[in-house]
């Protein structure tokens, strides 16, 4: 069934000559009303250039005069009510061009009118007579002039608004008619389906009908006997036959040969194949299953109107046979592909095997029912059908769509072979649309009984309808899903390669991965809106109107906001990142490596190269989006109070940050002390720096602290680092051996440097013994590890030279108290 548009596009009285090849009822009717409306666009386009291409303001006062003449002769013909779809559809089409060439002039206009306020500026307001200075003549003329010019640029962009506004108000108010239009043609209530006047009616017309289809079939079959010759009949049985024994051949090889190997193991086992897989093989059945036959069916179709064998009169038949066939074909191919009713294992939905069988077996059988309709409406309009049999026949239809949808619904859900259970819905869907599948049934039955057939009708083709694009959608979204969903992941090929190319991190991948899927799916929602809306006499051309100005924008302030501009704004930028982040994975990995750069100097000149590809991305965004170095400046400008204030220390440590780079005071490997903390710097960021503690710790220090406070860098001059050993011996050691003990330990340790040489000092005639220091020098990152094995073999040493460590002793002496005779002393060791 055709939505209401179509169908009026098909009452066209446009008869075409047998020399023309024909193409199915549904495209010739688009291409006839095509064909009218872009005779109309001509005009229109006239109209627009005439508007456009003027340069003096009277050329263009001139063009605007025109389209409001145009606009005028539109909002004329509005006030006649007997406007049908078609004349509508026409006085539409007049508008838009208009409409651009309007946007076109005040596009134009603007900029020139801009230029004259802003010199009109420069000038000044004109001095009050006998005050002050008075100016020269030719500033007076000048500014006059200007004024002048001000004054007819602004009466242009004013008059050019006040049209554009005229012109979108006419294009509502045909929105608003052709949906008036649509309404009443299918709340219009005729004779019930149920009415024995109907049928008596279509009694009565019955051999008048059968008499204008008698002569009609005779026409055609005289029509074939004349024309056909004895290689015609060669080839379309030759055709014919290659295509019925080739289509289930090929339908078999897909089924069976080119998929058992994707989805059975060894022992001949069906097991679970990736959702892609079922996309793809999906595809091909669709393509097997409907592009295969449908293309069959446009090539046999030319050969017939060819050969001379359909007659003026049998035209539209026959166009209308081939559009049903292709629509059958067409929509059980789809639903083969994507319900896969025999094959569970690559369905791409989850639901029970009995539930796509009944759903299957629905579509097929609506669709063969408004293939039935296509047909049975050329035939009638061929024969001029009395109007008592077009209702009964597309009530009949209605009434026998809704109990197919009931049958269905109940042989999926509620019953089933002897003992087997009901079927339960898994997929969260199912539930509302099983409701809505009974409650669309009950309601085209009783529309048919109570007489509203034309709305009935029209809910069966849009039952079809959404069941189609519900079909198409699931497979688009599938597809979507594998390619941006996965593909693009870290775990995805395309992704994988991204990572090892520019070095982005794994979970930056997952979010592009997820944001682009969910902007894919957006955008084929709104698609799908706009087609599940368009039969329902909502004009498509307002729709796309919206989303075009969405789209492309509109100006506020000079600057041009849109979905499409942002769109390329945010795709510039991440190609500069991208390419940017590229390079750097270059430097890092491959060039930098084979310098002589340590590995600090490295990490400045990969960040600082990071920084300058950002900015020149980000710049390049911005020139997109409109935004000049002047109104940077001004945001800059406006923006400095709040950087003054809560973004201080922000901006403190971003510059910190560039300092750290450029002086590098500290560099990424360094050992540094910062107040009670210390660690190795892993990374200088933009507004920090991270230390990896000896505890294993991450430690983020903002970057203004190592620029205003005090840092203990181990590293900043070279990587050597001294260790030193305090050792104490009992007196009765002799000093100069241990000095000699305490070097030879040293000098014997690998990591020990021998220049410097490792020093001994004799410190201090302790309370207990005597203090010793050992001093050497070692690569910082062995110092706490050396320190440690040298002690223990200084400890060994020791012990095998009898040099005995003392422990730290105390004399107590107590005195008598006054008046007593005894007194007490010893000796204390302490530990």
């Known amino acids: 069934m055709l939505p209401p548009d179509l169908a009026a596009w098909t009452a066209c009285p446009f008869q075409p000559n047998h020399s023309i090849r024909r193409i199915p009822l549904a495209v010739l009717a688009i291409f006839h009303r095509s064909l009218r409306l872009a005779v109309l666009a001509i005009s229109a386009f006239l109209v627009a250039s005439f508007l456009v291409h003027a340069q003096p303001s009277k050329e263009t006062r001139d063009q605007i005069e025109a389209g409001r003449l145009e606009i005028g002769q539109i909002e004329a013909a509005l006030q006649r009510d007997s406007l049908n779809d078609a004349r509508l559809a026409e006085l539409r089409a007049r508008i838009d061009p208009i409409i651009a060439a309007i946007e076109t002039i005040i596009q134009r206009e603007q900029p020139r009118a801009d230029e004259i306020k802003a010199r009109i500026d420069k000038l000044g307001p004109a001095p009050e007579a006998g005050k002050g200075t008075p100016e020269s003549e030719d500033v007076a003329k000048d500014r006059a002039e200007q004024q002048k010019n001000w004054k007819e640029a602004d009466e242009t962009l ?68 004349n024309n056909l010759d004895w290689y015609e009949v060669v080839l379309i049985v030759a055709l014919t036959a290659a295509v019925f024994f080739g289509w289930p051949r090929a339908r078999r090889w897909v089924l069976s040969g080119s998929l058992s190997k994707t989805t059975t193991d060894k022992d001949g086992e069906v097991y679970e194949i990736p959702r892609l897989s079922k996309a793809l093989i999906a595809i091909r059945l669709v393509v097997l299953a409907a592009a295969l036959p449908v293309g069959f069916l446009l090539v046999l179709q030319q050969m017939l109107e060819f050969f001379g064998l359909v007659p003026h009169r049998v035209e539209p038949i026959l166009d209308s046979i081939f559009a049903a066939l292709a629509l059958v074909v067409a929509v059980s191919g789809l639903a083969l592909g994507v319900l896969a009713p025999n094959a569970g294992h690559r369905r791409l939905l989850d639901i029970p095997d009995r539930i796509a069988r009944e759903f299957w077996h629905l ?14 409406e050329a035939v009638y309009k061929a024969i001029v059908a009395t109007l008592p049999l077009t209702v009964a026949t597309k009530g009949v239809i209605a009434v026998l769509a809704s109990f197919l949808i009931m049958r269905a619904m109940h042989r999926a859900f509620l019953a089933g072979k002897e003992g087997e259970k009901p079927a339960t819905p898994t997929a969260s869907w199912l539930t509302p649309a099983r409701v809505g599948a009974w409650a669309i049934a009950v309601f085209i039955f009783f529309a048919s009984l109570l007489g509203y057939v034309s709305l009935a009708d029209f809910l069966v083709g849009q039952v079809l309808w959404i069941a189609v694009l519900g079909l198409a959608s699931v497979l688009l979204l599938t597809l979507i899903d594998e390619f941006l969903g996965v593909g693009l992941s870290s775990g995805g090929a395309f992704g994988s390669r991204v990572h090892r190319m520019t070095g982005i991190n794994r979970s930056s991948l997952d979010q592009i991965g997820v944001l682009g899927q969910g902007f894919a799916h957006l955008l084929l929602y709104i698609v799908l809106a706009f087609m599940v809306l368009a039969p329902w006499g909502v004009d498509s051309s307002n729709l796309l109107g919206s989303a075009r100005a969405a789209f492309f924008g509109f100006q506020v302030g000079g600057v041009t906001i849109s979905i499409s501009t942002i769109a390329i704004a945010l795709g510039l930028f991440g190609i500069g990142f991208f390419i940017t982040r590229a390079i750097q994975n270059w430097l890092e990995t491959r060039y930098l490596p084979r310098t002589s750069l340590d590995i600090g100097l490295q990490n400045s000149i990969r960040t600082i190269f990071g920084y300058i590809g950002t900015i020149i991305a980000a710049m390049a965004a911005l020139a997109q989006l409109g ?16 950087i003054g204030f809560g973004l201080k220390s922000i901006v403190e440590n971003f510059v910190s940050g560039l300092i750290l780079l450029w002086e590098r005071p500290i560099r990424v490997g360094d050992y540094v002390v910062v107040g009670d903390e210390q660690g190795q710097v892993r990374r200088i960021n933009v507004r920090s720096t991270e230390i990896q503690t000896f505890d294993r710790a991450s430690l983020i220090i903002p970057n203004s602290e190592f620029i205003s406070g005090r840092v203990k860098n181990w590293m900043h001059a070279d990587r050597m680092a001294r260790i030193m050993i305090p050792i104490n011996v009992a007196y009765n050691s002799d000093p100069r051996q241990v000095e000699a003990l305490l070097k030879e330990a040293a000098l014997s340790h690998r990591e020990v440097m021998s220049d410097p040489a490792p020093i001994v000092l004799f410190k201090n005639l302790g309370e207990s013994g005597l203090d010793f220091e050992l001093y050497c020098y070692v690569d910082v990152d062995a110092r706490g590890a050396t320190r440690s094995e040298l002690l223990f073999d200084i400890f060994q040493r020791l012990n095998d030279a009898k040099i005995e460590i003392p422990y730290p002793t105390r004399r107590l002496e107590i005195a008598p108290a006054p008046g007593e005779s005894f007194s007490f002393g010893g000796i204390v060791r302490e530990k």
Do not use: H, M, Y
């Not at 929105?175 to 049928?199: D, H, Y």
């Open 158 to 225: 004013r008059l050019a608004r006040a049209l554009s506004l005229r012109a979108e108000q006419a294009k509502e108010a045909i929105a608003s008619r052709r949906l008036q239009n649509f309404t009443r043609e299918i709340l219009k209530r005729g004779e019930s389906v149920a009415s024995p006047v109907l049928w008596l009616n279509v009694a009565k017309g019955a051999p008048s009908d059968l008499r204008a289809l008698n002569f009609v079939a005779g026409q055609w079959g005289e029509a074939i006997l």
């Open 627 to 642: 935004l000049s170095l002047e109104k940077l400046a001004i945001v800059a400008g406006a923006l400095s109070v709040g």
């Open 363 to 376: 579509l097929r059988a609506l669709a063969l029912l408004s293939g039935a309709t296509l047909i049975v």
